[in-house]
């Protein structure tokens, strides 16, 4: 930085605890603390004083691979900006998007609000910040590609440090390919193997070479989603540590417009701007106070404080944001105060509002109608949203790529058009349930239905995601998933030409919740009716269904009250699960051991889905939880492939490890699986793709639920079988029956789905993202509610080595060797018995504490007995199993929790073992699992092939 004539901020390296506090000591507190070599900023923060250092530093000491941290003078406050350059072999340089984000620094980039290109920047600051980046890429010899800058300016007096430069593609490279149409990695892998930037084309332009910079001439949002509900005692605030899990971005001619769009985007009613009439309700003071610290809704209570009259000047000083957004958001709740007027609802008047981004919902709130109101006196009076289209030039090029975003302006620009279409519908911003697996299912809709002769038109918001490139579908429109945003374009691409219909079952959740209202609102659905996901997701009629067919299902009552459920958990017997009706991910579920739990969870469920009751279920403890994904035409099916839970039933089945195909399931029973799978799809009048999980307990096949949809585990099947199973479903909704896929190759030519090999996919958990407010760990224990943010896969020829490679790739790699500690609760002994026998057989020292430990001995198991954390430190100096897991002396753990809610003990050996990277396993289903895996590992070397050769078998 120095050399080039730049600056950054003053920082120490330090690579012990020791130099950390010394550090600090010279620079002052507040300093940021970042490790080396680690990704969204993880075990970063902020130490405001020695306590919170060692409690950051000591964790970032612990995640960099080099075990180095980085302390750096405090520029909380400072404004934030970020530069995505790239350069050619030829010294070519080009700025492709400049990113502001709306949050001072001090929050990651990942977790704040951005905006594209920068707003607050003078003419003369953005050249300098040009100028930097470009000696920046040159100097650091980025030879050929992307890279990402990040710069912090000074609001007082524009003193310009550099925070860091990504050699390499990140987050917001795609945010800003999508912004600009520019996309960075196709670009940057084309320069890496020799091109130059202006010998390649611009796809959208197709006559501009990607020399030419992009020019925005419409304003871009991104906001990001999180999943704080999931891990009820993280910490919330937002630091330089990434906690976001998903995100979305809107496009608007104004930054009002496409901020509203944005927050309208994260499908949450929480993000959404509220004016409400009694401003005397509003705590001023407290809101004031409440928004010095950054959280998830930060700029919610900034917008209410507006609303309620704060001084702007008050709101500056205690957010740091910068006064021209909080301008706007004055624009906004001045807008609103004009909209709340009594009086008539004109032209002139709804397009005002519209243009400042306000939804129906949000104009009928604020009038006291219903948004079916607004909406009908909105196409009445001929107020209708436009579509211009992502340029890369500000319209001084003709753009080839049909790329749109909704404004209320004059002129659109969606072309006529001959060819039939199909509009598929995304699944939103990633959040945790409905992540990555759904697009998945989305693109491969939109390759296929292409191929087959239809126009395709994809309507996403998410930036992350394969779908929102402009050359996946025929048509991209970049608009929030809400019914008034997505029949808007219905509109628009029936003006164009002639619409077959939508696809709602391919997108998870989100399309499937808008699938009733497209319909009533004369949209054709086309694949499983809206009836029939109704008579999936209703209990009672499910259970009708089930009752017809002889099929069983674990006893359960549907519940309205407190008292309801419980004469219906005294029927059943606990252990009863128990979850709202209508969720995704196992949003709120619970397994409840008492009267007293019943009560707690009843009393937090309400919020959850108002409308809909809770149901109570059985809880089959110990049964064998299998998944089922198969397609249904209305009269064949095809069974894509049998997947058995690693994890016993209690586990939400995105969270369990599974296996494919199933391990515990005879040739008989796997023909009653697919004789009852066969009744459902029928019973329930499913076109396309199903998702059923089954429970197997004490010989017996019970039907848990059963989702017409995509589901998570779709491409995981697809892999592991080289069955396209998305591809197949998107042709049964359009008409081709199962006889004519085969015919066609798309499906085997006879019989189901057969697993190449053997696969295992296990879930991916944020655990170490997460901290308490006092900063010790989240519990890293698995139960119903789903908390994986992501999976991975392993093949393999033995369910050993393919488990082993499944925990290689989610970062807990099995040890050979070495100390294992077991802590099982009183449930789990006996089953515990036969893998710990095997770890010893397998040259592992056991070491539990006192009843696992005594146990053993009983069952002639030799383990060493350690004090546990609540016994504390022993009289000779005896440690305790947290200190020997801190000291790195223990290789695996193996500690299953007792019953409901968190035990001491347990969570501080579980977060021990995930702040220092020490696999943690908490089933015996996972222990028996992972012995096998350790014997493969013993065994040698790993095997290696392409998945084209296991399709090939």
Not at 661 to 668: E, Q, R, V
Request: hydrophobic share 40%.
């Amino acid at each position: 930085m120095e050399k080039i004539g730049g600056e950054s901020a003053k920082s120490i390296i330090c690579h012990t605890m020791e130099e950390a506090i010394a550090g600090a000591a010279i620079l002052k507190y507040p300093v940021v603390v970042r490790p080396s070599f680690t990704m969204g900023g993880l075990g970063s923060g902020i130490a405001f004083e020695e306590e919170s250092l060692r409690q950051i530093a000591g964790a970032g000491l612990r995640h960099s691979p080099t075990t180095e941290v980085l302390l750096e003078e405090s520029i909380i406050g400072w404004k934030e900006y970020e530069l995505e350059v790239m350069r050619d072999k030829s010294d070519n340089v080009v700025i492709v998007c400049s990113i502001e984000n709306i949050d001072p620094m001090g929050v990651h980039t990942g977790d704040s609000i951005t905006v594209a290109p920068a707003l607050t920047l003078t003419d003369v600051e953005f050249q300098k910040l040009r100028n930097l980046s470009i000696d920046i890429i040159r100097e650091v010899g980025v030879a050929t590609g992307g890279c990402n800058i990040q710069f912090a300016v000074n609001p007082d007096n524009g003193r310009i440090i550099v925070i860091e430069m990504n050699p390499r593609v990140s987050r917001s490279s795609a945010l800003a390919s999508k912004a600009t149409g520019f996309p960075i990695a196709k670009i940057a892998t084309k320069l890496a193997i020799g091109y130059t930037l202006d010998e390649i084309k611009n796809d959208i332009t197709q006559v501009t070479p990607a020399s030419f910079e992009p020019t925005l001439d419409y304003i871009v949002v991104k906001a990001p989603r999180f999943a704080f509900e999931k891990f009820a005692d993280a910490d919330p605030r937002l630091t330089t540590t990434m906690k976001s899990v998903g995100e979305a971005m809107a496009i608007g001619r104004s930054f009002p417009e496409a901020l509203m769009k944005a927050l309208r985007s994260l499908e949450r009613k929480e993000a959404i701007f509220t004016f409400p009439t009694d401003l005397s309700k509003i705590d001023l003071p407290h809101l004031l106070k409440a928004m010095v610290i950054p959280t998830e809704y930060r700029l919610q209570q900034v917008q209410l404080a507006l609303w309620a009259g704060a001084n702007m000047e008050d709101v500056f000083a205690a957010t740091k944001i910068d006064r021209w957004f909080l301008h706007q958001l004055q624009l906004i709740n001045e807008r609103a105060r004009e909209i709340a007027q009594p009086g008539e609802i004109s032209e002139e008047f709804l397009r005002s509002a519209k243009e400042m981004g306000f939804s129906d919902l949000q104009i009928a709130a604020l009038r006291g109608v219903t948004d079916e109101d607004i909406r009908k006196t909105r196409y009445h009076l001929g107020v209708r949203p436009v579509y211009k289209t992502v340029d890369t030039c500000a319209a001084e090029f003709e753009a080839f790529t049909p790329y749109h975003y909704s404004s209320y302006e004059e002129e659109t620009e969606v072309r006529p058009r001959t060819k039939p279409a199909v509009i598929i519908l995304g699944s939103g911003p990633n959040r945790i349930g409905q992540g990555i697996e759904f697009d998945y299912s989305c693109v491969h809709a939109s390759f296929t239905l292409r191929e087959a002769g239809f126009e395709t038109v994809m309507i996403n918001c998410n930036p992350e995601t394969v779908s929102t490139d402009y050359d996946t579908s025929d048509r991209l429109y970049f608009e929030p998933l809400t019914l008034e945003d997505v029949l808007e374009v219905v509109h628009a691409e029936t003006l164009a030409g002639p619409v077959l219909g939508v696809i709602t079952q391919l997108g998870g959740q989100t399309p499937l919740g808008l699938a009733a209202g497209l319909k009533a609102a004369g949209v054709t659905i086309l694949g499983t009716s809206p009836e029939a996901i109704n008579l999936a997701e209703e209990r009672g009629a499910f259970g009708q269904v089930l009752a017809e067919q002889s099929l069983l299902a674990p006893e359960f009552g549907m519940a309205a009250s407190q008292l309801e459920a419980q004469s219906i958990a005294t029927r059943i017997g606990y252990p009863v699960l128990v979850r709202p009706s209508f969720v995704l991910g196992g949003r709120g579920m619970e397994i409840v051991y008492d009267d007293a739990a019943l009560a707690g969870f009843i009393s937090r469920a309400t919020d959850i889905t108002p409308d809909h009751p809770v149901l109570v279920d059985r809880f089959l403890d110990s049964a064998i939880e299998l998944d089922v994904d198969a397609l249904f035409d209305g009269e064949e099916l095809f069974l894509g492939g049998i997947m058995e839970h690693i994890e016993e039933a209690g586990i939400h089945s995105g969270d369990s490890a599974c296996v494919l195909p199933a391990m515990t399931i005879n040739p008989a029973q796997q023909k009653a699986i697919r004789e009852a799978t066969v009744k459902i799809a029928q019973g329930v009048g499913v076109l396309g793709l199903i998702n059923i999980q089954f429970a197997m307990a004490d010989e017996i096949l019970y039907v848990l639920e059963a989702n017409p949809r995509a589901s998570r585990t779709v491409p995981f099947v697809s892999k592991a079988t080289g069955v396209p199973l998305a591809k197949a479903a998107a042709r049964i909704a359009m008409g081709t029956k199962i006889s004519e896929l085969r015919s066609e190759g798309l499906l085997p030519a006879t019989g189901d789905g057969v697993a190449k090999g053997i696969s295992v996919k296990e879930a991916v958990l944020p655990w170490n993202r997460f901290r308490r407010t006092d900063g010790r760990g989240v519990d890293a224990v698995l139960g119903p509610e789903m908390r994986s943010t992501g999976e991975v896969m392993g093949i393999a020829e033995t369910f050993g080595e393919s488990y082993a490679k499944s925990q290689i790739s989610a970062f807990g790699p099995l040890p050979k060797i070495g100390s294992v500690f077991v802590s099982l609760a009183d449930k789990d002994k006996d089953a515990g018995l036969a893998p710990a026998r095997a770890l010893l057989q397998l040259g592992f020292k056991l070491i539990a504490t006192g009843g696992t430990a005594d146990f053993f001995a009983v069952n002639n198991i030799l383990a060493q007995k350690v004090r546990k954390n609540s016994e504390g430190t022993g009289p000779l100096g005896e440690r305790t199993i947290v200190e020997l897991l801190n000291s790195g002396e223990i290789d695996l753990v193996i500690n299953t929790p007792v019953g409901r809610g968190t035990r001491a003990d347990g969570w501080a050996i579980r977060t021990a073992a995930v702040q220092r990277s020490i696999p943690c396993i908490t089933t015996t289903a996972g222990f028996s699992a992972a012995v096998e895996g350790i014997k493969s590992l013993q065994r040698g070397e790993l095997s290696v092939q392409p998945i084209q050769e296991w399709l090939k078998k």
